[in-house]
């Protein structure tokens, strides 16, 4: 309940209370990415200082689950869209590509949480958000051509990815090595990797030096963003009224699997409450930034009428509702 009654949830309900009027938030054009921009420079900050103390060997076998994750949940998910909701191949690898990825809301929500209740974290869990923002991404697109880049090897021919465009016509979607940029140089996963490396350059001092911008307004700023975040994820839950019920159940049962994979992962690394948490709510999570910026341009058949309501308007109020003390509870659970 304390939860529920938290400022920045508040927000979120307030948020989605508007949107359900019909009225919309007098935010100028552009506010919300900015507000988006200041969250991952800051969490990117912090994360970096707190890191700069850390063992590199101690959290490298984390890190590195981190990224086989998100590699390798997109599958799962593409075979759950595949069998049980019956997708096409490609919106069905472009949905898996989202719920491979992570959001960053949905982390410094449940950082809030954690924060609020005294449990520890380590920096280094920022580090892992930011790697696993991108692996989903090649995994989504690899999956997209997966049929035609099987038959391409066996035939001697090359490994690009056979990607139909928007208008019906077949056109090379690019190599691996394309999907691995798309995925590499992606805007959020830059910004956040390039503030998490300046965190780790000015340490405690630098990070003092700017508190008044990036620590004292944090709160606020949280609050500022799932305020508008509310109000989005509300107006695709209205577009999300046409999915069918089979679609709009993976936008439940995912989380929660990918939730159990976090948990076994944690478990076996033996991870301690804060970042066990943390990693089962990563796993948790579905992206609606990085993931449908890259595709956009990656994968432009994909229809983002599926993916964007299902992980915005399904998945995210899912997590900031019910998942992330779902996910903390299960944590104490197992591993205390």
């Known amino acids: 309940m304390d939860t529920l009654l938290s400022a920045p949830v508040l927000f979120f309900g307030l948020g989605a209370a508007i949107a359900l009027t019909g009225a919309r938030i007098p935010f100028p054009e552009g506010f919300g990415k900015a507000l988006a921009a200041y969250l991952l420079v800051a969490i990117g900050l912090k994360g970096g200082v707190a890191l700069a103390g850390a063992d590199v060997g101690a959290v490298l076998p984390l890190l590195l689950t981190a990224g086989l994750l998100s590699l390798l949940m997109p599958v799962l998910g593409f075979g759950l869209l595949r069998s049980a909701v019956g997708l096409d191949q490609v919106n069905a690898a472009a949905i898996a590509a989202h719920y491979g990825s992570v959001s960053l809301v949905t982390f410094v929500t449940a950082t809030k949480l954690l924060e609020s209740q005294g449990v520890t974290f380590g920096g ?96 606020g700023v949280l609050c500022l963003f799932l305020l508008e975040m509310g109000y989005l994820a509300t107006s695709r839950l209205r577009e999300a009224v046409s999915l069918s019920p089979r679609l709009i159940a993976f936008g439940i049962v995912m989380p929660l699997a990918g939730a159990v994979i976090g948990l076994a992962a944690a478990a076996s690394l033996g991870l301690g409450l804060g970042d066990a948490a943390l990693l089962v709510t990563l796993c948790a999570s579905a992206s609606y930034i990085a993931v449908p910026a890259a595709l956009r341009h990656a994968l432009p058949a994909a229809e983002p009428g599926l993916s964007l309501p299902l992980s915005l308007g399904i998945t995210f109020p899912f997590n900031i509702l019910v998942g992330i003390p779902l996910y903390l509870a299960l944590s104490r659970a197992v591993l205390t």
């Open 124 to 219: 280094h869990m920022v580090a892992a958000l930011a790697i696993m923002e991108g692996p989903a991404i090649v995994s989504g697109l690899l999956l997209a051509g997966a049929a035609g880049m099987v038959s391409g090897v066996a035939a001697g021919g090359s490994s690009s990815l056979s990607v139909p465009l928007g208008d019906g016509g077949p056109a090379q979607g690019g190599s691996i090595k394309g999907a691995i940029r798309e995925a590499a140089f992606n805007g959020s996963v830059l910004l956040l990797a390039g503030s998490l490396l300046v965190g780790l350059v000015i340490g405690k001092p630098g990070l003092q030096s700017l508190h008044g911008l990036f620590i004292a307004p944090w709160d």
